[in-house]
């Protein structure tokens, strides 16, 4: 295995960040004027989101403030883990 390859965070989508993990956004996928609405509410990539709670409905943390997401929304954010969760 190569260094590149043990450096490599895992990704995912944010539905499957566990609960108090956090994550940063490495792209947004999906139709380009639902992803410029993700972005305007501060979903761009490189941003850090701690998973707070949520299955159906995310509650995530983002810049200091709470956000709540739709699992079908979230499903479109791709995180790396960064920090584990509970």
Known sequence: ????AR???????L???PVGAAGRVCSLEGE???CQRLREMGFCESAVIEKVSGRRTLL?????TRI???DRAAQHIVV???RGGA
């Open 15 to 17: 539905t499957e960040l």
């Open 80 to 82: 790396e883990l960064i």
């Open 32 to 34: 380009a004027g639902f």
């Open 68 to 70: 709540a997401l739709s």
């Open 7 to 13: 450096l490599q965070r895992p990704r995912m989508p």
């Open 1 to 4: 295995m190569s260094v590149d």
């Open 60 to 64: 995530c943390q983002l810049c200091g």
